[in-house]
Protein backbone atom coordinates (compact mmCIF):
# COMPACT_ATOMS: atom_id res chain seq x y z
CA UNK A 1 0.00 0.00 0.00
CA UNK A 2 2.94 2.62 0.84
CA UNK A 3 4.36 1.88 -2.25
CA UNK A 4 1.00 1.99 -4.08
CA UNK A 5 0.91 5.63 -2.46
CA UNK A 6 4.33 6.77 -3.46
CA UNK A 7 3.51 5.93 -7.08
CA UNK A 8 0.56 8.13 -7.36
CA UNK A 9 1.50 11.10 -5.02
CA UNK A 10 4.84 11.20 -7.02
CA UNK A 11 3.34 12.50 -10.37
CA UNK A 12 0.69 14.50 -8.77
CA UNK A 13 3.95 16.74 -7.14
CA UNK A 14 5.48 16.95 -10.68
CA UNK A 15 2.55 18.45 -12.35
CA UNK A 16 1.86 21.06 -9.33
CA UNK A 17 5.72 22.26 -9.74
CA UNK A 18 5.19 22.96 -13.28
CA UNK A 19 2.72 25.67 -13.32
CA UNK A 20 1.36 27.17 -16.36
CA UNK A 21 2.66 29.98 -17.90
CA UNK A 22 -0.38 32.69 -17.22
CA UNK A 23 -0.61 35.07 -20.34
CA UNK A 24 -2.79 37.66 -20.54
CA UNK A 25 -3.12 39.18 -24.24
CA UNK A 26 -4.74 42.47 -25.51
CA UNK A 27 -7.26 41.01 -28.15
CA UNK A 28 -9.20 38.08 -28.91
CA UNK A 29 -7.20 38.11 -32.41
CA UNK A 30 -4.10 37.84 -30.74
CA UNK A 31 -5.49 35.53 -27.87
CA UNK A 32 -7.03 32.87 -30.58
CA UNK A 33 -2.81 32.65 -32.23
CA UNK A 34 -1.69 31.93 -28.55
CA UNK A 35 -4.09 29.11 -27.61
CA UNK A 36 -3.02 27.37 -30.55
CA UNK A 37 0.63 27.79 -29.26
CA UNK A 38 0.54 27.30 -25.58
CA UNK A 39 -2.43 24.72 -25.99
CA UNK A 40 -3.24 23.31 -22.53
CA UNK A 41 0.68 24.62 -21.19
CA UNK A 42 -1.22 28.33 -20.81
CA UNK A 43 -3.36 29.71 -18.65
CA UNK A 44 -4.42 32.46 -21.30
CA UNK A 45 -6.79 35.81 -20.27
CA UNK A 46 -7.57 38.69 -23.43
CA UNK A 47 -8.94 41.88 -21.88
CA UNK A 48 -10.89 43.01 -25.13
CA UNK A 49 -14.08 41.44 -25.71
CA UNK A 50 -14.45 40.48 -29.30
CA UNK A 51 -17.06 42.76 -29.80
CA UNK A 52 -15.33 45.76 -28.58
CA UNK A 53 -13.36 48.33 -31.02
CA UNK A 54 -9.65 47.43 -30.02
CA UNK A 55 -8.89 50.99 -30.30
CA UNK A 56 -11.40 52.08 -27.50
CA UNK A 57 -11.73 49.22 -24.85
CA UNK A 58 -13.36 49.80 -21.57
CA UNK A 59 -10.56 49.42 -19.25
CA UNK A 60 -11.96 47.38 -15.91
CA UNK A 61 -10.25 47.80 -12.80
CA UNK A 62 -9.91 43.56 -13.12
CA UNK A 63 -7.57 43.84 -15.96
CA UNK A 64 -5.22 45.79 -13.35
CA UNK A 65 -5.39 42.27 -11.37
CA UNK A 66 -5.11 39.91 -14.07
CA UNK A 67 -2.17 42.23 -15.15
CA UNK A 68 -0.45 41.84 -11.85
CA UNK A 69 -0.73 38.34 -12.36
CA UNK A 70 0.27 37.14 -16.09
CA UNK A 71 3.53 36.12 -16.53
CA UNK A 72 3.44 37.46 -19.87
CA UNK A 73 1.68 40.41 -22.11
CA UNK A 74 1.14 39.97 -25.01
CA UNK A 75 0.15 43.39 -26.56
CA UNK A 76 -0.46 44.36 -30.51
CA UNK A 77 1.96 46.79 -30.46
CA UNK A 78 2.15 50.28 -33.09
CA UNK A 79 -0.12 51.76 -30.36
CA UNK A 80 -3.11 49.89 -31.26
CA UNK A 81 -3.84 49.73 -27.67
CA UNK A 82 -2.07 53.60 -26.64
CA UNK A 83 -5.53 54.59 -25.68
CA UNK A 84 -6.06 52.04 -22.87
CA UNK A 85 -3.34 49.23 -22.00
CA UNK A 86 -0.47 52.21 -20.46
CA UNK A 87 -2.40 53.02 -17.40
CA UNK A 88 -3.82 49.75 -16.45
CA UNK A 89 0.13 48.04 -17.11
CA UNK A 90 1.55 51.11 -14.32
CA UNK A 91 -1.36 50.36 -12.21
CA UNK A 92 -0.33 46.20 -12.48
CA UNK A 93 3.17 47.06 -11.08
CA UNK A 94 4.73 43.31 -12.61
CA UNK A 95 7.82 43.95 -12.95
CA UNK A 96 7.56 40.51 -15.27
CA UNK A 97 5.75 42.20 -17.79
CA UNK A 98 7.56 45.63 -18.42
CA UNK A 99 8.43 47.15 -21.86
CA UNK A 100 12.20 45.31 -22.11
CA UNK A 101 11.38 41.77 -20.31
CA UNK A 102 10.95 38.70 -22.07
CA UNK A 103 7.26 38.90 -20.83
CA UNK A 104 6.57 42.24 -22.78
CA UNK A 105 5.66 40.84 -26.30
CA UNK A 106 4.96 43.26 -29.17
CA UNK A 107 3.28 41.27 -31.69
CA UNK A 108 3.94 43.47 -34.45
CA UNK A 109 7.59 42.74 -34.38
CA UNK A 110 9.00 41.43 -37.78
CA UNK A 111 5.72 42.67 -39.54
CA UNK A 112 5.81 45.08 -42.61
CA UNK A 113 3.53 47.79 -41.52
CA UNK A 114 1.80 49.75 -44.12
CA UNK A 115 0.37 53.44 -43.76
CA UNK A 116 3.98 54.33 -41.94
CA UNK A 117 3.58 58.25 -42.32
CA UNK A 118 6.59 59.93 -42.83
CA UNK A 119 5.56 63.01 -40.36
CA UNK A 120 3.18 62.56 -37.63
CA UNK A 121 0.19 64.46 -37.95
CA UNK A 122 -2.94 64.30 -35.92
CA UNK A 123 -5.11 66.27 -37.38
CA UNK A 124 -5.13 63.76 -39.84
CA UNK A 125 -6.99 61.42 -37.65
CA UNK A 126 -6.07 58.22 -35.69
CA UNK A 127 -2.67 58.10 -37.49
CA UNK A 128 -0.13 55.74 -35.42
CA UNK A 129 3.83 56.66 -35.32
CA UNK A 130 4.39 52.93 -36.64
CA UNK A 131 1.67 52.51 -38.99
CA UNK A 132 -1.10 50.56 -39.42
CA UNK A 133 -1.72 48.82 -36.27
CA UNK A 134 -4.51 45.92 -37.98
CA UNK A 135 -2.17 43.62 -39.56
CA UNK A 136 -3.63 40.82 -38.51
CA UNK A 137 -6.41 41.10 -41.21
CA UNK A 138 -3.41 39.76 -43.55
CA UNK A 139 -3.90 35.94 -42.56
CA UNK A 140 0.01 35.49 -43.38
CA UNK A 141 0.83 37.65 -40.69
CA UNK A 142 -1.21 35.23 -38.56
CA UNK A 143 2.35 33.04 -38.94
CA UNK A 144 4.86 35.33 -37.95
CA UNK A 145 3.01 36.33 -34.84
CA UNK A 146 2.73 32.86 -34.15
CA UNK A 147 6.53 32.35 -34.57
CA UNK A 148 7.35 35.17 -32.27
CA UNK A 149 4.80 33.76 -29.49
CA UNK A 150 6.16 30.68 -29.63
CA UNK A 151 9.44 31.95 -28.81
CA UNK A 152 8.80 33.50 -26.25
CA UNK A 153 6.98 31.03 -24.71
CA UNK A 154 9.48 28.95 -25.43
CA UNK A 155 11.93 31.59 -23.28
CA UNK A 156 9.41 31.78 -20.50
CA UNK A 157 8.65 27.93 -19.79
CA UNK A 158 11.90 26.06 -21.78
CA UNK A 159 9.64 22.51 -20.42
CA UNK A 160 7.06 23.28 -22.79
CA UNK A 161 9.06 24.79 -25.10
CA UNK A 162 8.79 21.23 -27.22
CA UNK A 163 5.52 21.28 -27.03
CA UNK A 164 5.12 24.83 -28.28
CA UNK A 165 7.22 23.89 -31.06
CA UNK A 166 5.06 21.50 -32.02
CA UNK A 167 1.80 23.43 -31.95
CA UNK A 168 3.97 25.77 -33.93
CA UNK A 169 4.24 23.59 -36.84
CA UNK A 170 0.97 22.39 -36.94
CA UNK A 171 -0.54 25.91 -36.74
CA UNK A 172 1.75 27.25 -39.80
CA UNK A 173 0.67 23.70 -41.74
CA UNK A 174 -3.17 24.61 -41.50
CA UNK A 175 -2.73 28.11 -41.88
CA UNK A 176 -0.59 27.62 -45.30
CA UNK A 177 -3.56 25.08 -46.60
CA UNK A 178 -5.96 27.48 -45.89
CA UNK A 179 -3.62 30.60 -47.37
CA UNK A 180 -3.81 28.59 -50.70
CA UNK A 181 -7.25 28.22 -50.75
CA UNK A 182 -8.52 31.66 -49.93
CA UNK A 183 -5.90 33.06 -52.48
CA UNK A 184 -7.36 31.11 -55.38
CA UNK A 185 -10.91 31.79 -54.10
CA UNK A 186 -10.16 35.80 -54.39
CA UNK A 187 -8.05 35.45 -57.70
CA UNK A 188 -10.79 36.40 -60.23
CA UNK A 189 -10.97 39.69 -57.99
CA UNK A 190 -7.64 40.65 -58.26
CA UNK A 191 -7.57 44.92 -58.90
CA UNK A 192 -11.31 45.05 -57.25
CA UNK A 193 -11.92 47.97 -55.46
CA UNK A 194 -13.02 47.83 -51.46
CA UNK A 195 -14.56 50.77 -50.02
CA UNK A 196 -14.34 49.78 -46.34
CA UNK A 197 -15.52 52.03 -43.35
CA UNK A 198 -12.53 51.81 -41.02
CA UNK A 199 -8.71 51.66 -42.41
CA UNK A 200 -8.61 48.30 -40.94
CA UNK A 201 -8.72 45.63 -43.85
CA UNK A 202 -5.71 47.30 -45.84
CA UNK A 203 -3.59 43.87 -45.15
CA UNK A 204 -6.18 41.83 -46.34
CA UNK A 205 -6.57 44.02 -49.66
CA UNK A 206 -2.51 44.23 -50.15
CA UNK A 207 -2.43 40.03 -49.69
CA UNK A 208 -5.18 39.60 -52.03
CA UNK A 209 -4.30 42.23 -54.52
CA UNK A 210 -7.46 43.95 -54.02
CA UNK A 211 -7.50 47.93 -54.31
CA UNK A 212 -8.57 50.22 -51.36
CA UNK A 213 -8.29 53.81 -50.97
CA UNK A 214 -11.80 54.74 -50.13
CA UNK A 215 -13.16 55.17 -46.48
CA UNK A 216 -16.49 55.50 -44.99
CA UNK A 217 -14.83 57.04 -42.28
CA UNK A 218 -13.42 60.50 -43.16
CA UNK A 219 -10.14 60.01 -41.52
CA UNK A 220 -9.09 57.24 -39.59
CA UNK A 221 -11.24 57.29 -35.94
CA UNK A 222 -13.54 60.04 -37.06
CA UNK A 223 -17.15 59.01 -37.70
CA UNK A 224 -19.01 59.41 -41.31
CA UNK A 225 -20.50 62.54 -42.04
CA UNK A 226 -23.26 62.64 -44.59
CA UNK A 227 -21.37 65.40 -46.47
CA UNK A 228 -18.12 62.65 -46.48
CA UNK A 229 -20.44 59.55 -47.44
CA UNK A 230 -22.43 61.66 -49.69
CA UNK A 231 -18.41 62.36 -51.84
CA UNK A 232 -17.57 58.73 -50.98
CA UNK A 233 -20.34 57.30 -52.43
CA UNK A 234 -20.78 59.93 -55.51
CA UNK A 235 -17.26 59.11 -56.59
CA UNK A 236 -17.57 55.41 -56.63
CA UNK A 237 -20.93 56.18 -58.39
CA UNK A 238 -19.03 58.42 -60.89
CA UNK A 239 -16.22 56.08 -61.49
CA UNK A 240 -18.50 53.39 -62.20
CA UNK A 241 -20.36 55.51 -64.74
CA UNK A 242 -17.11 56.02 -66.72
CA UNK A 243 -16.05 52.62 -66.40
CA UNK A 244 -12.57 53.51 -64.70
CA UNK A 245 -13.16 50.59 -62.61
CA UNK A 246 -15.18 47.27 -63.13
CA UNK A 247 -18.40 47.75 -61.28
CA UNK A 248 -18.42 45.79 -58.42
CA UNK A 249 -17.33 47.42 -55.50
CA UNK A 250 -18.10 45.73 -51.78
CA UNK A 251 -18.49 47.69 -48.93
CA UNK A 252 -16.07 45.64 -45.88
CA UNK A 253 -17.33 46.86 -42.49
CA UNK A 254 -15.47 46.11 -39.68
CA UNK A 255 -18.05 46.18 -37.21
CA UNK A 256 -22.00 45.06 -37.32
CA UNK A 257 -24.11 47.69 -35.26
CA UNK A 258 -25.20 50.74 -36.95
CA UNK A 259 -22.39 51.03 -39.37
CA UNK A 260 -24.53 49.00 -41.96
CA UNK A 261 -25.90 52.13 -42.49
CA UNK A 262 -23.50 53.95 -43.67
CA UNK A 263 -22.69 51.03 -46.39
CA UNK A 264 -26.60 51.38 -47.62
CA UNK A 265 -25.63 54.41 -50.81
CA UNK A 266 -22.91 51.88 -51.92
CA UNK A 267 -25.36 48.67 -51.95
CA UNK A 268 -28.11 50.96 -53.47
CA UNK A 269 -25.88 51.62 -56.56
CA UNK A 270 -24.80 48.07 -56.85
CA UNK A 271 -21.48 47.44 -54.48
CA UNK A 272 -21.75 44.29 -52.40
CA UNK A 273 -22.21 44.51 -49.23
CA UNK A 274 -20.39 42.68 -46.23
CA UNK A 275 -20.83 43.55 -42.63
CA UNK A 276 -17.41 41.42 -41.11
CA UNK A 277 -16.79 41.14 -38.06
CA UNK A 278 -12.80 42.10 -37.10
CA UNK A 279 -12.65 39.38 -34.56
CA UNK A 280 -13.01 35.58 -34.96
CA UNK A 281 -15.07 35.68 -32.13
CA UNK A 282 -16.88 39.18 -32.89
CA UNK A 283 -20.52 37.75 -33.79
CA UNK A 284 -21.40 34.46 -34.21
CA UNK A 285 -23.75 34.95 -36.80
CA UNK A 286 -20.95 37.03 -38.96
CA UNK A 287 -18.25 34.97 -40.47
CA UNK A 288 -14.67 34.32 -38.93
CA UNK A 289 -11.43 34.34 -40.34
CA UNK A 290 -12.38 31.50 -42.75
CA UNK A 291 -15.30 33.44 -43.91
CA UNK A 292 -13.58 36.88 -44.75
CA UNK A 293 -12.15 35.58 -48.01
CA UNK A 294 -15.48 33.65 -49.17
CA UNK A 295 -17.79 36.76 -47.77
CA UNK A 296 -15.69 39.21 -50.05
CA UNK A 297 -15.38 36.96 -52.89
CA UNK A 298 -19.19 36.79 -52.43
CA UNK A 299 -19.81 33.34 -52.16
CA UNK A 300 -22.53 31.97 -50.27
CA UNK A 301 -20.92 29.77 -47.40
ZN1 LIG B 1 -7.74 51.48 -36.55
Known amino acids: MKNLLGLFVLPLLVVAAHAKLNVVVTTPDLASIAREIGGDQIELTALARPTEDPHFV ?12 AGVLLEGGAELEIGWLPPLLQGA ?51 IVA ?13 SCDVFKANLISFENRLDAKLSEWRKLLAPHKGKEVVT ?57 PKPEDRRNSGEPHRRRGAGLAVLSHDEQGNPKLPRLDGFPREVAGEKF
Not at 58 to 69: E, G, H, Q, R
Not at 147 to 158: E, G, N, R, V, W
Not at 221 to 238: K, V
Open 58 to 69: DAKPSFIVKLNK
Open 93 to 143: RNPKIQSGTPGYVLCNEGITMLEVPATLDRSKGDVHASGNPHFMSDPANGK
Open 147 to 159: KHIASAFCQLDPK
Open 197 to 253: YHNYWIYFAKAFDLKMDLYLEPKPGIPPTPAHLAGASGRSHRENEIGQHKVDRRAAL
